[in-house]
């Protein structure tokens, strides 16, 4: 049974991935499930720290991974939601983590120690596929956007981060992103991703908010965007299907 910090809840967490997983394999690390909420800029993990739990974004919920630079800025890698996990996904044990990984969007998640996930691919061929396989998704993501960081603009960029962004919260006309924010996620100064939003903002493609942007003409947005995004949801429909987030299917 999913347990909480207040009480108990019965059905599988708003995660595709626990969902993805047959009712044997899900039953293998159920019990050891413990459900959370987390607030914006939680901090799961720090680079060197043992990676000993397994966090579900749930809903939602979207976690970052934060590469630190020379110069001191943290660069931001990847946005992991409820189609995935983070910590123990592709490595087994309680190894050290490479990147600061926190919480962007704040909501539900569940947590498995690391030692319970581990156990159970051990038991279940089919489980150990499943994280296998999207493993290799996780891998396509940093990939893509390794790529992405080396060949695209500044405005591609933008516009692919609102959009992933978008495909994750429950609210698609609205994503809690900062200009601050987006500028760590581009890498960039706060002064560069102000004048890509100003630009937007002309074209009539979004308005901001305090706190967040309003998309007005996601279409308009997706013209603007690199085809990164897309590029990355083939490769989870050819891997795992029905994993990655699209709220035209409900998940």
Not at 100 to 125: H, Q
Not at 223 to 228: G, L, P, V, Y
């Amino acid at each position: 049974m999913l347990t909480r910090q207040n009480g108990t809840a019965g059905e599988r967490p708003f995660n595709n991935l626990l969902r993805r997983l047959n009712d044997a394999d899900y039953a293998l690390i159920a019990p050891h499930l413990v459900a959370a909420d987390s607030g914006p800029n939680d901090l799961l993990y720090s680079p060197g720290d043992n990676v000993e739990t397994v966090h579900f974004p749930c809903g939602p919920s979207l976690v970052s991974y934060m590469v630190a630079n020379e110069d001191g800025r943290d660069v931001e890698t990847i946005l992991i939601g409820r189609e995935g996990a983070v910590g123990g996904i592709v490595s087994q044990g309680n190894l050290p983590a490479y990147t600061r990984i926190i919480v962007k969007f704040a909501g539900p998640f569940v947590r498995l120690p690391v030692s319970k996930l581990d156990a159970a691919k051990a038991r279940s061929r089919t489980l150990s596929n499943i994280f296998a396989r999207y493993a290799d998704c996780l891998l396509a993501q940093i990939f893509q956007s390794t790529a992405c960081n080396a060949i695209h603009s500044i405005e591609q960029r933008t516009a692919k981060w609102i959009i992933s962004a978008m495909e994750r919260t429950d609210d698609g006309d609205s994503v809690p992103l900062t200009h601050e924010q987006l500028a760590t996620l581009l890498g960039v100064g706060r002064s560069y991703t102000s004048r890509v939003i100003q630009t937007f903002k002309a074209e009539g493609t979004l308005e901001t908010r305090r706190g967040s942007i309003l998309i007005r003409n996601a279409e308009m947005l997706r013209n603007r965007s690199c085809r990164c995004n897309e590029a990355v949801k083939g490769h989870f429909e050819e891997v795992l299907r029905g994993i990655y987030p699209d709220p035209g299917r409900g998940n």
